[in-house]
């Protein structure tokens, strides 16, 4: 089993910056595949960062390409992502979400989830 808890949410202003972070228990975090998803009112849920258990390795969709980035702590079960130049359309509830295998999480299929955490983005 694995618990994941996000942190960070909030309301952001266009242009600006939040933080999120996910805190990671219950196996070993390192051995993880760990993936930022966000689903916007009416819309499925999207794979928007993906960073391998290594942390060599990243994936972004195309909406946040250059503006979100994903990082990783191994020795403190973190992942975060930090999100720079907030737009009113990355208003969601963001999810951050492991599995043993990265194709699982890049096919929208992890084996956990958090519980999300809400990001506001006014104009």
């Known amino acids: 089993q694995v618990q994941l808890v996000e942190r960070g949410g909030g309301l952001g202003q266009a242009g600006g910056s939040l933080r999120l972070s996910c805190a990671a228990s219950?196996?070993?975090?390192?051995?993880?595949?760990m993936g930022w998803f966000r689903q916007a009112p009416e819309k499925e849920r999207e794979l928007i960062a993906l960073?391998?258990?290594?942390?060599?390795?990243?994936y972004y969709a195309d909406s946040v390409k250059g503006r979100f980035t994903i990082s990783r702590d191994n020795a403190k079960n973190m992942v975060y992502l930090q999100m720079n130049s907030l737009k009113p359309e990355d208003t969601a509830v963001y999810y951050c979400?492991?599995?043993?295998?990265?194709?699982?999480?890049?096919?929208?299929?992890?084996?956990?989830w958090g519980q999300g955490t809400q990001v506001t983005v006014s104009s």
């Open positions: 219950g196996r070993a975090f390192s051995t993880d595949a």
């Open positions: 960073i391998t258990s290594s942390g060599d390795s990243t």
């Open positions: 979400a492991a599995d043993r295998f990265q194709t699982a999480v890049a096919a929208n299929k992890p084996e956990y």
